[in-house]
């Protein structure tokens, strides 16, 4: 069985965020040809799972860079990878050491998720946490509000460079995580960062499907460092060509253009579908 692995965002999306046209009619091709696919993606489940409804990704997704693995026949995630107490106190304190406010994923024993953060400093912050509260899936709550017995999965923040750098550096020091930062969309003065358990990486978790599934070949695609994981596994990677350089360097090749259904080409040829 080969195993197929999509990213997301740069990668099947295109420029607007959407599965195209050809990229649905291409995953229906593959589903009714038998050929395996799935996802794994920086997103979290109430992020993604809209977009994939309908599509043919019934195998395990995987969201949160690998820190889970949701198995969509029994409604249920199958892995977590979570942060340690000390973990989650040295990020918090990182932080709010920077003025910065963390935003504190969680995941409840019911599978329920929530999202806490500590006072708003700015109107970058606030547009944030008015962001998050508009998507109307998951609450957004003080953290004065966090419960006791909640799972954290991940911590993230958006501020100016000058402000995350140094959290970055902590948690390059800390072996227990790894980090993901990259330019704010709405103003490249301002850096996004996303930490969490650093067993909780798209290489392990897709490792963790491959025995589970009893999958012998695994194929996957990306365009960006949160990939890097998955391109050191799989049997073959492919960056697509508005992947950044050193991913292009890491894969077995580079593919079109994620605008212009790089993916999907690649995929009917490579499936004659």
């Not at 799972?49 to 026949?73: R, S, T």
């Not at 799972?151 to 902590?170: C, F, G, Q, Y």
């Not at 350089?245 to 605008?259: E, P, R, S």
């Amino acid at each position: 069985m080969e195993l197929v692995v999509f990213d997301l965002d740069g990668t099947l999306l295109n420029g607007a965020s959407k599965l195209s046209p050809f990229t649905i009619e291409t995953l229906g091709k593959m589903n009714r040809s038998g050929v395996a696919f799935t996802v794994a993606t920086g997103r979290t489940f109430h992020g993604a799972i809209d977009l994939l409804a309908g599509h043919g990704f019934q195998l395990p997704h995987i969201y949160k860079n690998g820190v889970v693995i949701w198995h969509p026949q029994k409604q249920t995630y199958t892995h977590r990878y979570l942060l340690t107490e000390n973990e989650i106190r040295h990020i918090i304190e990182a932080f709010m050491s920077r003025d910065v406010c963390p935003f504190v994923f969680t995941l409840d024993k019911k599978d329920r998720h929530a999202i806490y953060h500590a006072p708003l400093n700015n109107a970058v912050e606030e547009r944030l946490a008015d962001k998050l509260g508009r998507q109307g899936k998951v609450p957004v709550l003080p953290i004065s509000d966090l419960p006791g017995d909640v799972d954290i999965t991940n911590i993230s923040a958006i501020a100016h460079a000058t402000a995350i750098e140094p959290v970055i550096k902590l948690v390059a020091s800390e072996p227990g995580l790894i980090a993901f930062a990259g330019d704010a969309i709405e103003d490249k003065q301002l850096r996004w960062m996303d930490i969490h358990h650093h067993e909780g990486n798209k290489g392990a978790s897709i490792t963790t499907l491959r025995h589970e599934l009893g999958v012998s070949k695994v194929l996957c695609f990306g365009d960006s460092d949160n990939d890097l994981s998955m391109f050191a596994m799989a049997d073959e990677s492919y960056a697509t060509a508005n992947a950044k350089a050193h991913v292009k360097d890491a894969a077995t090749d580079v593919i079109g253009h994620h605008d212009k259904d790089g993916v999907a080409i690649f995929l009917v040829e490579r499936y004659s579908l």
